[in-house]
Structures are given as C-alpha cells and as structure tokens.
C-alpha cells in the first residue's frame, strides 16, 4: 500500500443510497488514517469530436459530478482522509484507474440492482469485477437495510 503505509480504499459515488452506505462502509474499511478516494466518473457526451453542444454538454455534466461529490463530502464519516475525484469516461474503467494509480488495497462500490436488462448490458460493478487488478467489495442493493441495522453503515 502507498501513501506511507496508510489503507487506500477508493469508493466509487453515484448519490445513491447504496452509494452513500459503500461510502461508509469505505471508512469503516481504511480506518483511522486512512486514505478513501471517492470517485465520481461522468459519462462524455456523444460525438464529441463534431458536436456544436459538446463543451455545454460537457459542462453541465462535470457540474452535476461536481455537485454529487459537494454532497458526498458533506456526509464523510470520520476516521479517513478523503480525496475527491471527478473523471469524465465510462465509470468501471475510470473506478479501476484511480485504484491502480493510487495503489489501492481494494475497491468499494454499491450495486443498484436495477434489473435483468441492466444486468444484460453490464453493469459498474460487474464490470469491475472483471477487470480491476485488486479486490471489489460490492454491496448489494439488498444489503443496505441489513447493514445499517448492523451499525456498519448507519
């Protein structure tokens, strides 16, 4: 592990509830003096190369990141140092990078569980599963009342 033998976690954000307990959870995990990354990755607009609305399209969404990660800072658990990263590009291979590149004991991400045809066409956290070089914890979306019964992320 880098960042002086501190646990590095990187938790991915989306602002959603299984989300905000995967952040927890991330705390939790790495400690006091730990070290938790929470990424936001947006997705970039389409035909970027010939689009006339690209950079407001662009704009915008790095504005809506930037706000979820705001809202994601306002409700850090203690314990960690956090360091917030907003990353324009599909959201596992942007989740996957950071950890690579910070030396990551794992990853931390919630699944939503949004049903069959989400699951047909992938998802973040399946995806990551396939192709992060560390550990993924994923949290269901079915787990979040457990562990906030639980007191791991309440």
């Not at 509830?17 to 959870?25: I, K, M, N, T």
């Not at 704009?59 to 990263?85: I, Q």
């Not at 569980?113 to 992060?132: D, F, N, T, Y």
Request: hydrophobic content about 45%.
């Amino acid at each position: 592990m880098s960042a002086g033998h501190r646990r590095v976690i990187v938790v991915g954000y989306d602002g959603s509830e299984v989300s905000r307990v995967g952040l927890r959870v991330a705390a939790r995990r790495a400690g006091n003096g730990g070290l938790v990354y929470i990424v936001h990755a947006y997705e970039l607009p389409p035909d970027f190369l010939g689009s006339p609305n690209f950079e407001h399209l662009l704009s915008e969404r790095k504005n809506h990141g930037r706000a979820m990660l705001d809202a994601a800072a306002s409700e850090e658990p203690p314990g960690p140092e956090y360091v917030l990263e907003l990353i324009g590009g599909p959201p596992a291979q942007a989740i996957a990078d950071v950890a690579s590149a910070r030396d990551a004991a794992e990853i931390v991400v919630g699944a939503r569980g949004l049903g069959r045809v989400r699951a047909l066409l992938g998802s973040v956290s399946h995806e990551l599963l396939h192709i992060a070089d560390r550990p993924v914890l994923v949290i269901p979306a079915a787990a979040v009342e457990f562990l906030q019964h639980d007191g791991v992320a309440g």
